[in-house]
């Protein structure tokens, strides 16, 4: 008996490690959500992403760590995504004249969405050859880091 306590231990072990693997597969492929709610055994869309959330190691120490730290990891984006709004007139120019040199920050301003171009601009700063064009550079996207940062 204590053979097969210790071998079923290890078993839920191996199988709990599955989970967020097969998870992550499933929502690459398209699967929303709500649809693998039912096949993880909970209610809801919500329910099925904490469950997620807390089975990934890699996000914190513990279950509800990782969950704050996906949360704040989001607000950090969408703060990022409303400065980005507020300042697409300033990003859009800056990303005018970097693109030239830079092919990444050609294929956000391409995009047309403004909220895809901070990222690629900050990278842009340690590449443009232009002191004072990366020097530009920093103090615009640092206004997006101090965005993410509240």
């Not at 990003?91 to 956000?108: C, I, K, T």
């Not at 403004?114 to 990278?123: E, F, K």
């Amino acid at each position: 008996m204590l053979a097969a306590l210790e071998l079923l231990r290890r078993l839920k072990a191996e199988l709990t490690g599955w989970e967020p693997r097969l998870i992550e597969a499933a929502r690459a492929q398209g699967t929303s959500w709500g649809r693998l709610a039912p096949a993880l055994g909970v209610a809801s869309r919500q329910a099925a992403e904490r469950r997620y959330l807390r089975l990934r190691q890699d996000l914190g120490d513990t279950a509800e760590g990782r969950v704050r730290a996906e949360r704040e990891r989001r607000a950090g984006e969408r703060a990022v995504a409303a400065w980005a709004v507020e300042h697409a007139e300033q990003l859009r120019d800056l990303g005018g004249r970097v693109a030239v040199v830079d092919v990444l920050v050609r294929e956000a301003l391409g995009s047309g969405d403004v909220t895809a171009l901070p990222g690629p601009l900050a990278a842009a700063a340690d590449r443009v050859a232009d002191p004072e064009l990366a020097a530009e550079i920093r103090s615009v996207t640092a206004g997006a880091d101090a965005a993410r940062r509240r």
